[in-house]
């Protein structure tokens, strides 16, 4: 069945550092994929889209690839603040959207 | 950017309660949203897609009767819990958008407890 697989459940990382976070995807080729934002007891904030098409994608301090042969979208936070603390949800575009199980991101001081 | 507005966002009631929950898009026409079940620590699961004047679309394993969905205008479609039990209990969210690899905007999510 087609899956999205995001390996890491959580992830900690210094303020400042920058954040990489994997999405990979199985059993299918999506047309594009997207990264949500969920804070606790909110629903997703949509961040970035990258078509197949597009190996790299930028807004701000986040950048987005798509690599169609490793069949994986890393997603980055550079310069990371305590505020991006959050759960990063990666989705791929099916007949409907499939999306993985998040990685919690934690950014300390 | 597109706005996407959900109703109640906490809800707690007694078993056999029907719960009624609002998506509406506040600043753009929707002729499709779609609602999302999401429980602890997983991913959001697509329950149905809710089409403005027609019959909603449910996912396999969704019960349509359970689970009563309607789209009356472009901006509001609604999704009612009937006769809710313990195992309803569960964070439902909406979104709306999402045609020709747009993405979808998304509510604040409502949390239905069944006590």
């Known amino acids: 069945s087609q899956k999205i697989e995001q390996n890491s459940e959580a992830l900690n990382i210094q303020e400042g550092k920058t954040a990489t976070l994997t999405c990979n995807y199985t059993n299918y080729s999506p047309a594009y994929l997207q990264w949500y934002r969920q804070d606790p007891g909110r629903g997703p904030v949509f961040l970035l889209l990258i078509r197949e098409n597009e190996k790299e994608k930028r807004k701000e301090r986040l950048k987005v690839t798509f690599d169609t042969t490793l069949k994986q979208s890393l997603f980055h936070i550079t310069a990371s603040q305590p505020a991006d603390s959050a759960t990063y949800l990666c989705a791929g575009s099916a007949d409907k959207l499939i999306f993985g199980t998040g990685t919690r991101l934690q950014v300390f001081p | ?115």
């Open chain 2, 1 to 115: 950017g597109a706005v996407v507005s959900q109703h109640p966002s906490w809800v707690i009631c007694k078993s056999g309660t029907s719960v009624k929950i609002e998506c509406r898009s506040l600043d753009f026409q929707a002729t499709t949203m779609f609602w999302y079940r999401q429980f602890p620590k997983q991913s959001l699961m697509l329950m149905a897609t809710s089409n403005e004047g027609s019959k909603a679309t449910y996912e396999q394993g969704v019960e349509k009767d359970k689970f009563l969905i309607n789209h009356a205008s472009l901006t509001l479609s609604t999704l009612t819990v009937t006769s809710a039990h313990p195992e309803d209990s569960s964070f439902y969210i909406c979104s709306a958008g999402g045609g020709s690899n747009q993405p979808q905007h998304f509510g604040d999510g409502t949390r239905l407890s069944i006590l």
